[in-house]
């Protein structure tokens, strides 16, 4: 890792200080920018320049960041790159401005794994690749870590580096998402391909993005990273919702794109028993959690949203919020219903010491809280499985109160399963998997178990009929000698 410069340091601080960053958040930010200024050493990029950040938080995803740690890094090369240095933050020139080598001076290297460098190409990865700098050339002062890289073969070209900004276009996508009511995670899924697709094509402009940029970044997802089929479709359907929506153009017919093989998926299903062993090494209310996963069905996300205000105790069902802004009616299990009544006594408790604290209350869908003003502190909205800790706005400076996120309970359940003696992969998805497969097991009607979990298609349901033993009589019957 590069160590920064003192008078770098000194500046960034600086800056830092001025924008009234919070004094525990500023080590981070110096490390989001150690670790931008060793990623553009490795890869050659020009970290005073705007175009480098994309190709490095794409790097970040790959990693598999968070959300909140992409803003975060992002808002500090922001910083970053507002700071008055010379040569636009580097004493080098950029890669584009170098003389570039002949084409045979150098062979293809091979990674630390074994396989091939790949040299730029139309099908080249996100993070920009150079060549080696040819015969009388010396390495940069600033990349003194940077390894020897293979020269374009002569069928081979260089995509060109564009520097257009498609901030327009990343506002755009937020408007047209926020317009059709999807979820935050819909956005966040559609942005985070956005983002690899602008690394990709080198933030080329968008209007003269074709289909063909489209196939090239499928089939190098496909043939390249090797990415399954569900993530390359999950790629495809957010790129034609940008060309569709924020572009307003036709996205042309796809066709020539190497597609991922999809592999045959059986859902892991766990026996009673084995449920009752991990809800046994598990801590209210993470118990109440799974509980209720596997006793109505519900996805982690569905469950963890519930509000005091889902439960119906008199008839004993709960309304929940599915996929698409969906609502369902279940049936809530007999055996937990004083368990759910009894938690009601704590959440009016917790309830009342935040109304003292003067809190700004839970967060609410869309525009209810300025339908309803006083929604967010009344008991109804709250949730019923609470974070632990208040959230801070930073808009407006006041705390609310989120509900149990969903790490939080997969990370329960993971160590809940580490101490059975199950050899099972054992998620928060997999009570779901169990309870539908319970059902079928018990000859409950496949139709009535697709209108419990919420499938819009019965296909996605037909799948547990290969987790349990079938009973269906094979030998065909006439009614009439029943």
Known sequence: MLAIEAALTKKFEAILRDRKIPVKSRPYFMKWLRFYLDFCAKNDLDPGRINSLLPFLAKLEEKKQKEWQLEQAKEAISLYLE???????????????RPQPQPKTAAPTTRKDGNPRLTPSSSAPAAPVVSEP??????????????????PTAN??????????????????????????????????????????????????????????????????AVKRKVSASTQNQAFNGLLFFYRHVLGRDFGKVDGVV????????????????????VSHLEPPYDLVVKLLYGCGLRLHECVTLRVQSFDFDHGVVNVRGKGGKVRTLTLPKTI??????????????????????????????????????????????????????TRVVATGEYRRYHLHDTQVQKAIKA????????????????????????????????????????????????YTHTVKSTTIKEPKSPLDF
């Open 416 to 463: 809940a399963a580490s101490k059975t003696a199950i050899t099972k992969r054992v998620t928060p998805h997999t009570f779901r998997h169990s309870f539908a497969s319970h059902l079928l097991q018990a000859n409950y009607d496949i139709r009535t178990i697709q209108e419990l979990l919420g499938h819009s298609n019965l296909k996605t349901t037909m799948i």
């Open 337 to 390: 219903l004083p368990e759910l009544k009894a938690r009601l006594d704590v959440l009016k408790e917790l309830h009342h010491r935040d109304l003292l604290r003067n809190y700004g209350g839970v967060f609410l869908l869309d525009g209810l809280e300025k339908k309803y003003r006083n929604a967010a502190k009344e008991f109804p909205w709250q949730w019923y499985f609470p974070a632990i800790d208040l």
């Open 156 to 221: 081979q070209t260089t995509r060109p580096i564009t520097g257009t900004s498609w901030v327009a276009e990343y506002t755009r996508l937020e408007e047209e998402v926020g317009l059709r009511h999807y979820s935050p995670k819909t956005l966040k899924n559609y942005r985070q391909w956005l983002r690899k697709f602008q690394a990709y094509t080198k933030s080329k402009p968008t209007d003269s993005l074709d289909t063909t940029d489209v196939k090239e970044f499928l089939t190098w997802l």
């Open 259 to 278: 597609r991922a093989k999809r592999r045959n998926y059986i859902p892991v299903v766990l026996s009673r028993r084995e449920i009752d062993q991990v």
């Open 83 to 97: 700071l008055d240095l010379p040569s636009s933050g580097a004493n080098r020139p950029h890669p584009s401005s």
């Open 134 to 151: 040819a015969a009388g050339q010396k390495r940069t002062a600033n990349n003194p870590r940077s390894a020897a890289k293979s020269a």
